[in-house]
């Protein structure tokens, strides 16, 4: 009798050549990436009313494809997922200048220091400014960076998703899942992003819901495989399928058409936030008038070029009384009025309520000026800085308010800002024009704590004219006529007090003469006009005294206010009721004469409070205290923190989750009946392996997977014992294929060393190799199944059985 040869292990090719790799993306996947691609097309086109110019269109695509093309060559390459997040991160930084800030770079493609920190900004700022801002987002430069990063982001996770993930099995379902809701995202975040004016909503929404519905169907039927498919049941499913869609597009398109919201009603984040600028944290301009008058009055402040005769200069308007002082109205009072400021582009909307005149465009030069308020020249179009002092860029802290021609800068207007204007006056009709118009209705802020005498002069002044104008002039003219201008200055023939609280109006109102200067008068006028329930603001800047050639330069001198009234489909008609002549005559003030009065018990001494001690005359500086003692962080600092914490979340989260469905899978493996158990052990050894960075065989028995396994260790100076994975190999065979029961003991002694021998091969392969491992997860399909399941028990030989045993094949 013949011995026979003892059989040596089929060697399995362990490494797929480099250039072959491509092949082994199925054409299925492909597939999927590019309905993906038309998915996220369609989702990103939601952007277009944000950011209004078709250059958005270039980021969004080009996050596209940087993201894909990063996940495509993880796939290829075996990168690890943590790497292909991290080569992502430096595709976005050296991709992300050409696409998303050309402008910013050299030759439109090379990054610079100014793109990267652009980028960086974007990327943690950008988010928050593109819903506190008025589209079109224009500036600062960075918030183009939203939609390319938004795309990049979306396209990598998902692209390494399809390609990385089972496209059959039971996994199928979850997987085509998460690749619809990538573009999902996208679709809600150009929604939430946006304005209430939305893009072919009805139409985008349609077309995604059709082509996701008809995909998902497709996907999740062709992931369940059948011996022996029906083509008549193939038919009938997709027929079926196209029928379901349809329905579902028609009923939701009619829905839609007939139930969806108005504009006006549509939700959108940037209405619910808050504008980052609140005009109430600086003193009130108005307040500050006297410190123009008396300390500046000599002192050059700005000069402009290019300048009409007459022109007049806006610094800020007001349209807010607490009965001490003027002020902006706050952001938190919802008004058509002067505190709703927004950090703008280059381009400025038209104001709501305007009748355009000329355009004038000019130069800026600031002196000795230092405050928020920008000096501007009319309803600003274009405003563009030409230069600035210290690192701090106005682009990124200037606020513009359109409504009222206002525009304030955070970090400051100061010495050597420079800038240029395009403005366009407001056009003003003669008296006659307006006689007939009524005044607009425009929301007021309220006003509290008027004085008495403001009703009984409004209307003693005002008249018996019908007509709102000839009202408004009425009051204009007895100003003027019954007052005398007075800054309170030593010089100036009588004095004048400061202020425009409630005593400050009743002095003005019931003392004869009436003397004050702008600061009285057009608070006086602003009181009177609303106590006949026209909207009125007080605007306060400058006037120019020269005939508009060449430079001018202002001083404190040429300070002035004035007031504006909102008439009906004009806008807002200026109005002038300070009086010019100064020679108040000393011996007509009226002493009042001494009444007897009954006696009376007084009330006790109360000392005032601190807030009615401060008044408008008080204030010496025109920006908000700040406290020295304050801890700040430098900015500096959050870009160092945020880069760490993003870099810690691209390391440990990933790990974390791996971590997760790795005890999820050993759990699963470790339960059922004993001989399910054994085959788990040996599944959960070879993902192991897998995991190390071995190429397992795809489809081996056991000991031809063993035999592959034990030569790669070997090659590679990883000590294994002789015979191991053979053994374990074996015992695993002979657990699911002898017929008998599988006792529990002798199933938890195949995992005791299956987890023996993984922890020896780990401690041996290294620090980088575990690590590396510890991103990786594989998943097989459990080897009973691959052999008629845990039942089916064959009979015969062990050698037979083990021949007849595949290994299954990695996820």
């Known amino acids: 009798m013949t011995a026979a040869a003892p059989s040596t292990p089929t060697r399995v090719a362990t490494r797929t050549p480099r250039a072959g790799r491509l092949t082994e993306v199925r054409a299925s996947v492909w597939a999927d990436i590019a309905v993906f691609a038309v998915l996220a097309f369609i989702a990103l086109l939601g952007f277009g009313p944000a950011f209004g110019q078709l250059g958005y269109l270039v980021a969004a695509i080009g996050g596209l494809v940087v993201g894909s093309a990063v996940a495509t060559a993880g796939v290829l390459l075996r990168w690890p997922m943590v790497v292909t997040v991290l080569v992502g991160i430096g595709a976005y930084f050296v991709f992300g200048t050409a696409f998303a800030l050309p402008g910013e770079g050299i030759l439109g493609v090379v990054p610079t220091l100014t793109s990267l920190g652009d980028l960086a900004t974007g990327a943690v700022f950008g988010w928050s400014d593109a819903v506190t801002l008025r589209a079109p987002l224009e500036a600062p430069p960075y918030l183009a960076v939203v939609p390319f990063a938004a795309t990049l982001v979306v396209s990598l996770a998902c692209v390494s998703l399809a390609m990385r993930m089972p496209s059959d099995g039971r996994h199928a379902t979850l997987r085509a899942a998460l690749l619809v809701s990538g573009p999902t995202l996208l679709f809600l975040a150009a929604i939430l992003l946006g304005t209430r004016d939305a893009y072919l909503a009805g139409i985008r929404g349609v077309a995604l819901a059709a082509i996701a519905l008809g995909w998902l169907g497709w996907r999740i039927r062709s992931s369940k495989r059948s011996i022996a498919p029906d083509p008549g049941l193939t038919r009938r499913a997709i027929a079926g399928s196209a029928v379901v869609v349809l329905v579902a597009v028609v009923a939701g398109g009619a829905l839609g058409t007939f139930a969806s919201p108005s504009a006006s009603s549509r939700l959108v984040v940037r209405d619910a936030v808050q504008p980052p600028f609140n005009p109430l944290d600086y003193p009130a301009p108005l307040a500050g008038f006297r410190k123009y008058t008396n300390q500046l009055q000599k002192t050059k402040l700005f000069t402009a070029t290019n300048l009409p005769s007459g022109s007049l200069i806006r610094l800020a308007t007001m349209d807010s009384y607490n009965g001490i002082v003027w002020s902006v109205t706050g952001p938190g009072e919802q008004t058509d009025g002067s505190g709703s400021f927004e950090l703008l582009g280059s381009t400025i909307p038209t104001p709501p309520l305007f009748t355009p005149g000329a355009k004038t465009t000019s130069k800026f030069s600031v002196l000795g000026y230092d405050n928020v308020w920008l000096p501007e020249l009319g309803y600003t179009d274009e405003l563009q800085f030409d230069s600035h002092p210290g690192d701090a860029d106005p682009r990124d802290t200037v606020r513009v308010n359109a409504a009222t021609g206002t525009t304030a800068v955070t970090s400051g207007v100061t010495r050597g800002l420079t800038y240029t204007v395009q403005a366009t006056a407001q056009k003003i009709p003669n008296d006659k024009a307006l006689k007939n118009v009524p005044v607009a209705k425009v929301g007021m802020p309220s006003i509290t704590n008027v004085p008495d005498v403001i009703a009984t002069k409004a209307e003693q002044y005002a008249g018996g004219s019908a007509s709102a104008i000839q009202k408004l002039r009425n009051i204009e003219r007895s100003l003027k006529k019954l007052g005398y201008l007075s800054h309170g200055r030593a010089s100036d023939p009588v004095p004048s007090r400061a202020g425009e609280g409630a005593d400050r109006m009743n002095d003005l109102l019931q003392k004869t003469p009436m003397v004050g200067d702008q600061e009285q008068y057009t608070s006086a006028f602003a009181l009177m006009a609303r106590h006949l329930g026209y909207p009125v603001r007080i605007v306060m800047g400058f006037k120019s005294h020269s005939d508009g050639k060449g430079t001018v330069t202002f001083t404190g001198n040429d300070v002035t206010a004035w007031d504006e009234v909102a008439f009906q489909g004009v806008g807002w008609v200026p109005f002038f009721p300070t ?189 980088l190799r575990r690590r590396l491992a510890s991103y990786r997860f594989f998943r097989r399909r459990t080897s009973s199944s691959r052999s008629g399941g845990a039942g089916a028990r064959l009979p015969g030989s062990r050698a037979a059985a083990q021949d007849a045993s595949p290994s299954g094949s990695t996820a």
């Open 579 to 767: 009086p010019t002549k100064t020679d108040a005559p000393k011996d007509q003030t009226v002493k009042p004469k001494l009444q007897p009065q009954p006696q009376v018990r007084q009330p006790p001494n109360t000392p005032p409070k601190a807030d009615d001690l401060l008044t408008p005359v008080k204030t010496k500086d025109n920006k908000p205290p700040q406290d020295k003692h304050a801890f700040v962080l430098p900015a500096w600092a959050y870009y160092v923190i945020g880069t760490v914490l993003l870099i810690a979340l691209a390391i440990f989260v990933p790990m974390a989750v791996i971590a997760l469905l790795k005890k999820r899978r050993r759990l699963r493996r470790a339960r059922g009946p004993g001989d399910r158990r054994a085959a788990g052990a040996w599944d959960e050894l070879v993902d192991g392996f897998g995991e190390l960075g071995y190429a397992v065989p795809k489809v081996a028995t056991r000991r031809q997977t063993a035999a592959s396994l034990e030569m790669q260790s070997a090659e590679q100076g990883i000590p294994l014992e002789a015979g191991a994975l053979s053994g374990l190999a074996a015992d695993a065979d002979a657990a699911v294929f002898d017929g008998s029961d599988v006792s529990e003991e002798r199933s938890t002694q195949l995992w005791h060393g299956v987890e023996q021998t993984l922890a020896s091969v780990y401690a041996s392969a290294g620090w």
